[in-house]
């Protein structure tokens, strides 16, 4: 796949301009491939955040809308880099080829398979570029691949997680391809294979399904993205759980397993300490509730309010820190003085009865400032805290 001069230079030329507007106006030059040129300019308006590497190379061929949306940012891929090594690797899914990209110095031989054609030879051409010349493309299913080629010793595969009419689902037995259903042949060899799904998915009823070794839920900047499973023939039988939080300059990870959780004591605090914390999304997806407390010294506010107080600050709280400035109730006069000293700030509810709009509506408070009001629950009685945040934890 070769990008012509013309094309080239349109693309450079309208890189930050309306997509829409230049498909009206239309281009006079008979050597531009118009349609091909926006594809190109929507898709680096798109990945310039989640993929800047690609987007600073103009080599780099970008496929369709979709499979820009459901690929790795490059801040996933790198996180799986470190983590998935070995000697060849098959990914039975490529797609874009992003995870594919970045795994690849990690192994001799990589063979990448998609039977999508166009993505296969849009991958191809990138992997070309950017001197992946060690990956093998074929477009091909994967399952049918891997039982034709057995080679590999770690196996990688984002299953799809649409159905035939475009829908999400988060089930992994609706999944493309079902690893449930072809677990023989994945696992066989005593393989490593490492499953990417939708971080929606309950990956507690997955263990009880597969043979997992470990699970990694990857959060970047606090927002879960992925789940990934590492599965193995002769995995034990209690996984042990990474939650995983990318920020700009520091990773952090809190592991442990489900068995360590349930064996730990409940810390409930008698009185809110100078400090709150609030666990990051992979912690709060995993489950690592109990253990959160018992490990940083902290007491939670209840048995279902996910918030934790102490009278230390910890230079690393696996989420956020906020100072606790001042207690409220929920009686008229209450609020009445939370609305009059501080009109403005932000609202979370944790185990509380009401959404945050809805409190926020009932408080006549605007949202912004620097202060934010927790409504939660504690000594079993629904209370407001108003606290500040701790930019450094």
Known sequence: MVINEATQQFILTHINDDVRTLALKGCNDPEVDVA?????????????QKLPRFY????????IRLSLEQCSSEDTAAYKAQIIKGKHLTDLTGGFGIDCWALADNFNTVD???RNEELCKVAEHNFS???KTHVHCHCADGIEFLGQHPQADVIYLDPARRDRSGGKVVQ???CEPNILQHLPLLLQNERDVWVKLSPMLDFHVTLQKLPIQEVYIVSVKN???????????????SACIHAVDLQANDTSTFSFTLEEEHACPLHIANELGEYLYEPNASIMKAGGYKLYADRLKLQKLDAN??????DHLLDHAHGKCFRVIKCYGLDKKSIKQLRTEYPKCNIATRNFPISAETLRQKLGIKEGGTQQVFGTTFKSKHILILTERISHS
């Open 36 to 48: 091909f040129a926006l594809t190109q300019i929507s898709g680096r308006q798109q990945i310039k």
């Open 305 to 310: 309010s996910h918030l934790y107080t102490a």
């Open 129 to 131: 570029i950017l001197n």
């Open 56 to 63: 600073e190379n103009m080599q780099v061929m970008l496929p």
């Open 223 to 237: 927002e879960c993205k992925e789940l990934l499973l590492h599965l193995h023939a002769h995995a034990p039988s």
């Open 172 to 174: 992994i037995s609706d």
């Open 112 to 114: 990448y398979v998609e």
